[in-house]
């Protein structure tokens, strides 16, 4: 008989539920994923998939919009307001504007954080709205 292998913590950890509390395990580790997956050693502030991927033309930037969009898609799932969605679609939307410049939209990357803003969005939403998945961290 096959022994089952054992999950990673980090994939244990995240469900596909659809309850507010998985939801929100789900865009926390995409934004983490995608904005602060380790830190760059001469400047020594945390950088993601965003600024990495963002590096090759064309291709990096669609690859992180469609992970951006990703994130939009599951507040849609959440039931947010067509102001919220619009504000992260604009987010999303600037990201990638600005990201097909080459070299001026690798050095937005590093700065305008759009994964983080939306982030920001929907844990408004999250804790005004389904007060009992938040999480408290400590």
């Given amino acids: 008989m096959a022994r089952p292998t054992p999950m990673p913590p980090a994939a244990a950890r995240l469900s596909l539920g659809t309850d507010p509390a998985a939801v929100r395990a789900r865009i926390e580790a995409m934004e983490a994923l995608l904005e602060r997956s380790f830190v760059l050693p001469v400047v020594n502030r945390p950088v993601g998939l965003d600024f990495v991927v963002g590096l090759v033309p064309v291709l990096g930037d669609l690859v992180t919009t469609a992970m951006g969009a990703w994130i939009v898609w599951e507040a849609r799932n959440l039931g947010m307001s067509r102001w919220q969605l619009a504000r992260m679609a604009a987010n999303v939307g600037f990201d990638t504007a600005i ?37 408290v961290s400590g």
């Fill in 99 to 135: 990201g097909a410049l080459p070299l001026v939209g690798d050095a937005a990357d590093f700065f305008f954080r759009s994964n983080t803003r939306n982030l920001r969005i929907i844990r408004k939403h999250l804790d005004r709205h389904h007060p009992a998945g938040v999480v």
